[in-house]
């Protein structure tokens, strides 16, 4: 029986499956299952036939990676072509776009790469068309776009987040706070700092069993659910920030675009007639969570021209250094601050410090 199978089989089980207390423990089992067959999926041997597809996978460049998402024709190449000038193949038929095309867009003096993905099919994590590639990509950004077409129905947007999902991509949410360490012996240990709605110890010990893991310390400090912690246990999951862009708002009425302004995450556009593309790059900006830090070279004014743009995770004076080059940590004494990160204009700091975004750094070297 193939992998596809029999997680349809699971699924069709867990569907037929009362959701109560005598039969949590059951359901767990069956997710632990379910998680284990799409790893396969997604990590197929190498014996597999089909390879990993031509033109899929595109050399990173800029400080971020923005992917485009959606069914075929929901006007990705064109929102594309006029954000970049980039060309993708540009037709009102499905599956235009049979490659991935990469574009750069430079925006706040930041580069940012901007990769027009292949329409996304139902059935994309079950190996479905060339899903399976298209979101193995989608796995490197930074940030996705899933365009979304607003005359079609919004089933469309639950479809690709199930196929996110089922490939190990969350997004807009955070990594559970579980802490999940296995040992040598004693058994499963469980503990936690809120009280659990969903799981309990002998729920927790038939996912572990599924793993076969008999001997581990487990401590939540949030409600979890059973798939945040067969999440935590599978270690592979991305979390990536998501916009929804709702694209070809100039068919539709005042009314329905103000419903639509009410989903969360979303973006309402005209990539035809480039409606409303300011909001969609700040909100861009504000997800990606870039740090953009100015230079100013010793007795000069600062460089407002080229910014070193860093991310939001790693922003402190030594990322900044290394960002410049290597070779400037060496003889590294500390760093003159101006901004937002310090209290005194300048300070003082050492290579430690998290900077801030449009901060000024000046740094001064060790005296040999």
């Known amino acids: 029986m193939s992998i596809v199978q029999r997680i349809k089989d699971i699924e069709d089980e867990m569907a037929k ?35 990993p597809g031509v033109g899929f ?26 954000l970049t000038g980039t060309h993708s193949e540009v037709g009102a038929y499905e599956f235009t776009t049979l490659t991935t095309v990469p574009g750069v867009i430079q925006y706040k003096g930041a580069k940012i790469q901007i990769l027009d ?12 068309g060339r899903g399976r590639q298209v979101i193995a990509v989608a796995r490197t950004c930074s940030l996705i776009f899933i365009v979304l077409d607003v005359l079609k129905p919004l089933t469309h947007k639950r479809i690709i987040e199930k196929e996110m999902e089922g490939f190990g991509i969350r997004l807009n949410k955070e990594p559970p706070n579980i802490i999940f360490k296995k040992k040598e012996k004693g058994g499963v240990s469980m503990s936690s700092t809120v009280n659990l709605t969903h799981l309990d110890l002998d729920t927790v010990k038939a996912i572990l069993s599924e793993y076969r893991i008999h001997n581990a310390d487990v401590r939540f400090n949030l409600d979890a659910t059973e798939d945040e912690f067969i999440d935590i246990i599978e270690g592979n999951r991305i979390y990536i920030p998501c916009i929804y862009v ?10 329905e675009l103000d419903i639509i302004y009410k989903i969360p995450h ?21 997800y990606l ?38 070779a400037i ?27 801030l975004d449009e901060d000024v750094v000046s740094i001064v070297k060790r005296i040999k």
Not at 305 to 314: C, D, E, F, N, R
């Open 57 to 82: 996978d595109v050399a990173k460049t800029g400080v971020a990676r923005v992917g485009f998402v959606g069914f075929p024709s929901v006007g990705k190449s064109t929102l594309m072509s006029k």
């Open 329 to 355: 940590l060496e003889n590294f004494s500390h760093a003159l601050v101006w901004g937002r990160s310090v209290k005194h204009q300048p300070q003082k700091v050492g290579k430690e410090h998290v900077l």
């Open 266 to 286: 979303a973006v309402p556009i005209s990539s035809h007639h480039e409606w409303n593309f300011d909001d969609l790059l700040a909100t861009m900006w504000k």
């Open 17 to 51: 499956t009362q959701k109560n207390k005598a039969t949590s423990h059951h359901l767990g089992t069956l997710k632990a299952k379910l998680a284990k067959l799409r790893r396969e999926l997604l990590t197929p041997t190498s014996g597999a036939g089909g390879g």
């Open 117 to 128: 993905l292949p329409g996304i099919i139902e059935g994309a994590k079950d190996g479905k």
């Open 289 to 326: 969570a870039l740090v953009r830090v100015y230079t100013k070279p010793k007795g000069q004014a600062p460089d407002y021209s080229a910014p070193v743009v860093l991310k939001g995770t790693a922003s402190t004076v030594e990322d900044f250094c290394n960002n410049i080059h290597k």
């Open 246 to 255: 709702l694209n070809k708002i100039d068919q539709i009425s005042i009314e």
